[in-house]
């Protein structure tokens, strides 16, 4: 499939308009910073982010648009290149380095310092992107339509919505202030809660549900029922096989981590607690092993893509297109070679010369691993903490077996695994920024100084955003649990004291194997059997949506085309109507009210305080699925929408 030998940017390569500019820089960073602390503390209160690449597109179209008066599509890009940054970061720092902060607590040590941290983000974040620059070409330009990069697509339709107004854009907002008020009723004010979870007592180990929110169902559609699919068999293999089989057969056992039997934990627990404690485990051995199926498979592409990168040593960019102009292969490699001398002489990263190694050797394996996995299911649901996971068991092995054990030994697995995260969370980031980027006719060398600049700001902002949330609630604490954070510090010690489930993931790196000799491709599945069944039942429902629409009879070609370009638009909406209203209720939960209250906690009491059956489980769930349909109704609504020259 190569779509795209006719593939033309919005922004044609001989036109040139105002792109990397002061001003978009500095909006860049602002939002880099914003985003970053929001979705840090979001991350460490539910263990999930938000993705901000979308909401910092819209806000900059306000912004350059409306208030400054200037006009340019490719200036609002920059800013959400940039901007985007600050959420991967966060991401990347969130899941791992608290872990230090738990450990300064439980041995008497002292936390982390700001210099560390910082360092740290800013040498993941850059080894993120030059390890993505290379495979631009590979992924995003000879791939293009076969990798969706939905949230990449979608921030794009977005951009030229605005820029197009007009039918277009009316479809964009339209889902975007649907799924704004959607999200703000049941997240904000807490009408009927965002989960929609059953457990199924006769089929013990079981339970199904949904997040009941619009981002997943516009995601849904955009990936369409393949990948749709393929994930949700991912979940349906979890939940209906995996977890019923660990039930009925571990009765009175205890295993590692869970520090009570299986039947204790599910009477106590239900479904959620045995995917919690072990799914989980088995998910990041299937992830890990995809990926490395994945990378051998991709490897032609990667040799292919470097050799033409070679072939233009020395020769310049000059001649190339604009479109086509990325940062010298020269640049990149020195850069990597300088980052890693830093981590290993550095003294405030806990990194030795073998660290290092395995940080560059993983970095790119995950970089290039974690770029195509976005293309196919987005960044919201990226399983970084599955990398994360996979690079811990084999670096707290190695730096086991050479001797560093004890606190050194566990803070240098977090350190390496925190540099690893990073890179993981920012090469999904710019890869979703280099096809929108791509679609609309931007410099990809310009966005990738942009994300170099996003990442060096919230690198320098995030510390003081850790050490301001541990100060005001502690981790670990009811305000602050740091679910991942929490996972990675017990793998940790897990691998160091000889406890760790070795059979679990090898039981996900076995079904990853067996999924591939059946020929289906592995890594949507593996992702499915990672995530919790809740976040692939509702793109299931997007890409039925699709479906309904591909195979219906009284459709032409040209009718089907426009249908489904409706259904983009108006999907692409919802991912950022849920983004920005993600990113505003992330800000009011940080805004204190008294000693033990916050904005956000105070909103949310709100109406069930107001109305006490909302506080009930079964009320909140069939609530929460009756306006999911009638989401899923404005959905099928908006894509038969005509436009008024048709109407005409």
């Known amino acids: 499939m190569n779509s795209n030998k006719d593939f033309k940017p919005f922004v044609p390569a001989n036109k ?54 200037k006009d340019s599509i490719l200036e609002n890009n920059m800013v959400q290149t940039i901007g985007s940054a600050g959420e991967s970061v966060a991401a990347g720092a969130i899941f791992t380095l608290p872990a230090l902060f738990l450990w300064a607590k439980d041995w008497g040590t002292s936390k982390p310092s700001l210099v560390e941290i910082a360092v740290i983000a800013f040498i993941g974040g850059a080894l993120g992107i030059l390890f993505m620059v290379p495979l631009r070409k590979a992924l995003i330009v000879q791939e293009h339509g076969v990798l969706p990069y939905p949230e990449g697509q ?28 959607y999200k703000f009723i049941t997240d904000g004010l807490h009408l009927f809660p965002s989960e929609v979870h059953y457990e199924i007592p006769a089929y013990k180990g079981s339970g199904v549900g949904m997040d009941v929110l619009p981002a997943l169902l516009g995601v849904g559609y955009i990936c369409g029922p393949k990948i749709s699919s393929y994930l949700f068999c991912g979940g349906v293999l979890g939940w209906f096989v995996l977890m019923p089989l660990i039930v009925l057969f571990g009765a009175n056992i205890v295993l590692f981590p869970a520090d009570v039997s299986i039947a204790e934990l599910y009477a106590k627990g239900g479904s959620n607690a045995i995917w919690s404690n072990y799914i989980r485990y088995i998910g990041a051995g299937a992830v890990a092993c995809g990926g490395v199926l994945s990378l051998i498979k991709s490897l032609p592409l990667i040799i292919k893509t470097f050799e033409e990168a070679m072939e233009g040593f020395g020769k310049g960019s000059v001649t190339d ?75 707290s092995i190695a730096l086991k077996v050479t001797g560093m054990t004890g606190q050194e030994g566990m803070t240098a697995a977090i350190a390496i695994g925190g540099v690893i995260c990073i890179i993981a969370a920012i090469a999904g980031d710019t890869s979703q920024d280099l096809k929108t980027g791509y679609i609309l006719g931007a410099t990809p060398k310009r966005q990738q100084i942009g994300e170099i600049i996003g990442v060096l700001a919230s690198s320098l902002a995030i510390g003081g955003v850790l050490y301001l949330l541990d100060l005001a609630w502690g981790y670990g604490e009811a305000q602050l649990p740091a679910p991942q954070a929490t996972l990675m510090k017990m793998i940790v010690e897990g691998v160091m004291g000889g406890n760790l489930p070795w059979t679990l993931v090898g039981i996900g790196a076995f079904i990853a194997i067996i999924i591939e000799i059946l020929g289906i491709p592995v890594l949507p599945v593996a992702i499915g059997l990672y995530l919790p069944i809740h ?6 429902v997007g890409g039925l949506v699709k479906l309904v629409i591909e195979k219906k009879k009284n459709l032409n070609e040209k009718q089907k085309k426009e249908i489904d370009e409706n259904g983009i638009l108006y999907s692409s909406g919802m991912i950022a109507g849920e983004g920005l209203v993600g990113i505003f209720l992330a800000f009011l939960a940080v805004i204190p009210v008294g000693k033990d209250n916050n904005v956000g906690g105070i909103l949310g009491g709100f109406l069930p305080d107001m109305i006490p059956a909302l506080s009930d489980p079964n009320i909140g769930n069939i609530i929460g699925l009756a306006a999911f349909a009638l989401l899923t109704l404005s959905l099928w609504s908006y894509c038969f929408r005509k436009s008024k020259k048709a109407k005409k």
């Open 321 to 395: 297109e604009r479109t086509n102009q990325d940062l010298n292969l020269k640049v990149i490699l020195i850069g990597i070679v300088i980052l890693a001398v830093a981590m290993w002489l550095i003294p405030v990263i806990p990194i030795n010369l073998f660290g290092a190694f395995l940080v560059i050797l993983f970095g790119f394996f995950f970089a290039t691993v974690s770029s195509r996995m976005v293309g196919l299911v987005g960044s919201s649901n990226n399983p970084v903490s599955g990398m994360t996971i996979a690079t811990l068991l084999v670096a």
């Open 535 to 540: 976040l692939s039942t509702p793109m299931m």
């Open 154 to 181: 979608a921030c794009a339709e977005v951009l030229m919505a605005g820029e197009e107004g007009g039918d277009k854009a009316s479809i964009v907002f339209a889902g975007l202030g649907i799924s704004a008020l």
């Open 16 to 69: 040139t308009m105002p792109e990397f500019t002061s001003t978009s820089v500095i909006l860049g960073v602002i939002l880099a910073v914003v985003f970053g602390g929001a979705n840090a503390y979001l991350g460490l209160r539910v263990g999930m982010t938000v993705s901000a690449s979308i909401p910092a597109a819209v806000l900059s179209m306000g912004i350059i648009r409306k208030i400054l008066r």
